[in-house]
């Protein structure tokens, strides 16, 4: 397709952990089109950020190894070296991360950080100043004259986030990565700033991959929705599809398992078990058998299909394992247990 913007195929990640590699992500095969906002979810350690750290080079050359491909725009970024990560960074991708305290420099001026982020980039030095007001002004900063003027600390945390993403937006990227952009924030700066994306990324036309726990977030943000568990994608589908039929039990307890549906009064279901370790991930089995109470583990220790099965339409889901089981529903579950 000629909007194809990424293209990961098999992308593993090991990191070095007492001097043993460790497989943190397994073989992952993710594409994003222009215009297109795919949501990355899973519970904390199931590898997302590991894959777009790899999408950034931002892993360490000794204590990090990244295989497989990732294009963008048809470049190939797997193995680029530092400098080649450096000019492409923020020309090409623009990243957006949970806290925006920590990224930027608390000695330096809001408005010169913006300007270092364009100018890093771009040959021509004029009018820096006027684009890094523009800059501000496409983020919904209402005076940006006076808030260029000012220190980090001096603004509010969504103020904040506005820099930041005016930064992310410096060189007009073509992929915006946002690793829990609004996590950070309260629910109606959270709603404004998801709006700001969503606006950007129809103005833009960029993709985004959009890095969250929210599944309400998703529900607004999404067109896809790939969902990880211990380094593996184990579905993805539109999101329509991803939240109307999910499939894999994983997908299943993750939505049984969002706070924002459940009624009060109502227990929330909160998946048994922990993401495994490292060191237990043997991506030969299914690894959430284990946490799938009510299905019988001893009988489905079946080692399940590495590639993920196309069920039309765009869904995919791995493992066929559990699928031979008469398949209960999470909801219904509860009662049965
Ligand atoms: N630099 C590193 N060295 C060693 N292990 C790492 C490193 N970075 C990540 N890991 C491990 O890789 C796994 C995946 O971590 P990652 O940060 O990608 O998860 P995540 O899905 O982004 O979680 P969260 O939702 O908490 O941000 C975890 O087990 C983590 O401890
Ligand atoms: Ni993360």
Known sequence: MSDELLIARDV??????AGEFQTALHKVNLDIHRGEVLALVGESGSGKSTFAMSIMGLHSRDQAKVTGSITLNGDELVGLSEEAFDTYRGATVGMIFQDPLSSLNPLMKIGDQIGEAITIHQSKKTNVHEHVIRLLDDVGIVNPQRVAEAYPHELSGGMRQRVMIAIALANEPDLIIAD?????LDATIQ????DLIKDIQEKKNAGILLITHDLGVVAEMADTVAVMY???IVEKASAVDLFEHPQHPYTRSLLRADPSDVNPGEELYAIP?????LKDMDHSKDLFLKR????DVATV?????EELQDLGNGHFVRGNAWRSFEFIDVVKEDSIR
Not at 12 to 17: G, Q
Not at 191 to 194: D, H, V
Request: no cysteine; net charge negative; glycine share 6%.
């Open 191 to 194: 709603a404004q700033i998801l």
């Open 292 to 295: 799938v109470p009510w299905l």
């Open 12 to 17: 593993s990640v090991a990191f070095k952990i």
């Open 273 to 277: 078990g922990t993401v495994p370790a």
């Open 230 to 232: 211990a380094g593996q």
């Open 180 to 184: 829990e952009p609004t996590t950070a």
């Open 301 to 305: 220790e079946a080692t399940v299909d």
